[in-house]
């Protein structure tokens, strides 16, 4: 099985399998051989001993002689579940490789990025450095939501395009619109319509921001004052404030002086604090579309518990999320009391996948993070390492020559 691309030093990645380890070399030997003859690998015939690497047409043979030999479990691979990152995981540059170089993606960023017109234009100029302009700046809510949105759910396709069907997804504040739309809850055009009056409503907010402290709820509790309250319950010690631009400097400057470690998130919103309020209202007429059966189910990083079809068809419940606490932690709690799963961060950065590794589940090797854009290798490469991962688990993958869009939930 191999992921096909002209380009000398471009990632590839090869897979074979085998019922035993002699039958796992003979797989891997006829791989080798196509490698050789130049011509396309045979597509592997899934077996219980597994091997995968990503690699280059310049190192392909070395590689694929030097990469290990993975046994699946015997009771079958761990589910699928995704994370979805929201405000404070954008960067500038973020996913442009995999943009560049992965059409699935592409596809899947265009679609909303088009749903906005001359804006999501503007969108798409600012993100890839195409604009004549001065541009937005990636952490303006205007950039920011837009772009997190169509990044988590350009990856989100990919995955789902291998053949993955999650058992579970579970979004950080705007993740959750795409964790519902991956679903099939929300079309792309619906999540689109709510992402931007959301959006539009923020944008009317005066200045604010975000502050993630190393403490937790009932230790910040004497520092809240204003506006300014618990926006975000990430990790027992991993908590995030928000408000007001100065009722948020005067809070940070008490934790600092207490010896308190804050340092502020990449947002100019005060989101999930009262000072959202008013963007509530505003924000609610855009979602009046009654919600879709999912695909699979959606966990409420605001609830905890999955989303039920009451939640996902109110349009109350989607627009209070701009001002509403975030209970992420408890609800990757909640996602892994279920049983061990292979997390994987949908999203630019480790910003979840961090918050995971807190996780008793995920510190003891019964649960697994992986992430498909940590920005430390070149963006495709990252994504199939997720894809080998994913392979050698015993996950039945569909790669190969792949069309350039895959199907929509609905």
């Known amino acids: 099985m191999t992921v096909t691309d002209t380009a000398h030093h471009t990632a590839r990645l090869l897979c074979w399998a085998g019922s035993d380890p002699a039958d796992e070399r003979a797989a891997r030997a006829r791989v080798a051989g196509a490698l050789r003859a130049g011509a396309p690998p045979p597509p592997p015939v899934p077996g219980p001993v597994r091997g995968a690497v990503v690699t280059t047409a310049a190192r392909a043979l070395d590689d694929l002689a030097a990469a290990p030999v993975r046994r699946a479990p015997a009771g079958g691979p761990r589910p699928v579940a995704l994370l979805l990152p929201g405000q404070g995981s954008q960067h500038q540059g973020m996913a442009t490789g995999l943009y560049r170089d992965e059409p699935v993606f592409r596809a899947a960023v265009d679609d909303v990025l088009e749903r906005w017109g001359a804006e999501g234009e503007a969108i798409r100029a600012d993100w890839l450095g195409t604009g004549t302009g001065p541009g937005i700046p990636i952490d303006d809510v205007r950039r920011a939501q837009p772009l997190l949105f ?27 619109v795409v964790a519902a739309t ?3 809850v929300l079309t792309v055009a619906e999540a689109a319509a709510l992402v931007h009056g959301r959006v539009r409503a923020a944008a009317r907010v005066p200045a604010g921001g975000m502050l993630a402290v190393a403490a937790s709820t009932r230790t910040l509790r004497p520092y809240l004052s204003g506006q300014v309250a618990v926006a975000a319950v990430n990790a027992p010690r991993r908590t995030l404030l928000a408000g007001p631009r100065a009722e948020l400097a005067a809070v940070t400057a008490r934790l600092t002086a207490d010896g308190l470690t804050a340092r502020p998130v990449p947002a100019t919103t005060p989101f999930h604090s009262p000072a959202m309020e008013p963007a509530v209202a505003a924000a609610e007429p855009a979602f009046r579309t009654p919600p879709g059966p999912p695909r ?5 990083g605001y609830t905890g518990r999955l989303l039920t079809a009451g939640e996902a068809g109110s349009p109350r419940f989607w627009a209070r999320q701009i001002a509403d606490t975030v209970h992420f932690g408890p609800a990757l709690t909640a ?19 961090a918050l995971a590794h807190q ?20 963006d495709r490469a990252a994504a199939l390492d997720v894809a080998a991962a994913l392979w050698c688990e015993g996950h039945d993958l569909l790669l190969g020559d792949r069309p350039a869009t895959t199907p929509s939930p609905r």
Do not use: K, N
């Open 150 to 176: 169509a990044v988590d759910h350009g990856l989100g396709r990919l995955l789902l395009g291998w053949g993955v069907t999650p058992a579970e997804a579970l979004g950080h504040s705007a993740g959750e």
């Open 182 to 184: 991956l679903a099939g």
């Open 296 to 300: 699979f189910p959606v966990r409420s």
């Open 335 to 353: 996602m892994l009391d279920g049983g061990d799963r292979l997390l994987v961060e949908c999203g630019p950065g480790r910003t979840l996948s």
């Open 359 to 378: 996780q008793p589940a995920v510190r003891t090797g019964g649960s697994t993070v992986l992430s498909m854009l940590p920005g430390d290798r070149p």
